[in-house]
């Protein structure tokens, strides 16, 4: 083991402005994803997961917010600093990637079910015919696809963020 550690750049949302937009950011329901995976067994469907890497720094920033910059931008320190993407440690930076991701979602054709916005559902046929719906369950930046063929849905989202490797045990 090397005990290399992994450093993320966070910013300080308790040092600003309450924002006058609703921050919440809503996370697929535990009795959704109990249902997807009875789906699943019930059509005889596949199941992939995997987890979104630096989610939020992938959504445009909602709010105005800049910095004066520290030592530890170099040659740059002490000029002013204009964020562009949400960070994490923002106060609307969960609703702005919850934004983003809902927004691609739909350009791959998927639409929220009524019953739990998180859940994405798609129309689909098998390859012998039968009609049903490919899922993509979203729980901030963790998802989790069913369908015949979930690594196809997989794929086109690895085209729009970085998937995380799986870590070998």
Not at 4 to 23: C, E, M, N, Q, Y
Not at 107 to 123: C, I, N, Q
Not at 133 to 143: A, N, R
Request: hydrophobic share 45%; with cysteine; proline share 4%.
């Amino acid at each position: 083991m090397d005990f290399t550690r992994k450093a993320r750049f966070v910013a300080g949302g308790h040092l600003t402005d309450p924002p006058a937009s609703i921050t919440y950011s809503s996370v697929v329901a535990r009795d959704s994803v109990r249902i997807a995976f009875m789906i699943d067994a019930l059509n005889n469907l596949s199941v992939l997961v995997a987890d979104v890497g630096n989610a939020y720094l992938n959504a445009p920033c909602r709010e105005k917010i800049w910095f004066t910059a520290g030592k530890e931008f170099g040659s740059r320190a002490g000029t002013k600093i204009v964020l562009v993407r949400a960070l994490y440690g923002l106060k609307t930076s969960g609703v702005a990637w919850r934004a983003h991701i809902s927004g691609n979602m739909r350009e791959l054709g998927f639409e929220p079910s009524d019953a739990d916005p998180d859940v994405w559902m798609r129309a689909a046929t098998k390859l012998d015919g039968f009609k049903y719906y490919e899922y993509v369950l979203i729980y901030v930046d963790d998802i989790l696809a069913l369908g015949e063929h979930p690594e196809k849905v997989m794929i086109s989202l690895s085209e729009i963020y970085q998937l995380k490797k799986d870590k070998k045990t």
